[in-house]
């Protein structure tokens, strides 16, 4: 069965949708996304989502083509009209079509683009068994906090992974990690501290970061917000990430070598457990 995807205002079988090649997001990726998990055919945390992507967009002065409110009830239809249960809702703006000009055009109306991925995300083997990551330079733009589609060294360094047969990478710059390809990156130590990079421009601030360092929190976990080393993973208790499609998942390899017993760690599997309760209690 083909999807059914959004484009700027018509809801069209994936095969018969279209966006015009002097669209910006596509000559400049001068377009913001949003990835929203669906569970039980509802969004997790989608305001947080919401609020992320106006602030994205007001960072590039770019503007949205309807309210946030106007595009919460898109999403909703489209999770109907695809009849999903569990996977994600991948959502972009763009500044719309335009004459190829590197400066933003004056009238251009943003493009609005919706498609879902049905996919398991809570009984995964990666979320069973931990993930092996490697480090790779980072070599991304100077404004990570604004989630562009501008995706390309996070495609290249996934890749190297993969081709280093390891399931991800976490990004080095100026000796500390800043977090991986398309996820938040946590440590525990052995005195069983949360560390975390604190948030700049220098990485994404996730939507499950904030809600998991909550939980950590609450639960009586130390969180130390603050940039670590590679050396310093090597030497943890535990390791993991977050990222809506991947909610808390333990990285048990690092750079060729197991994490203590290369097992996912207890920290990580409560917080997973603790982070799965709230997703569904955020259902909308
Ligand atoms: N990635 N860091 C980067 C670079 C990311 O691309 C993502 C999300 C995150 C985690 O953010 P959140 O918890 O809000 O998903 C951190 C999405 C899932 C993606 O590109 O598919």
Redesign the pocket.
Known sequence: MSRIVYVNGEFLPEDEAKISVFDRGFLFADAI?E?STVLQGKLVDNAA?LA?LQRSVDALNMGLPCSLEEIEAIQLEMLKRNDINEG?LYLQVTRGAADRDFAFPKDSKPSLVMFTQSRPVIDTAAAQNGISVVTTPDIRWQR?DI?TVG?LP?SMAKQTALDAGANDAWLVEDGFIT??????AHIVTKDGVLLTRALSNK???????KAVLALAEETGITVEERSFTPDEVSNAAEAFI?????FVTPVVTFNGEPIVDGKPGKVAKRLRELYIAFALKSLK
């Open positions: 996304y990835v989502h992320r994600g990570r989630k995706l996070a977090e991986g390809t398309s996820n938040n990485i994404l601030h996730g939507i499950t970061r977050t990222s809506a499609s991947m």
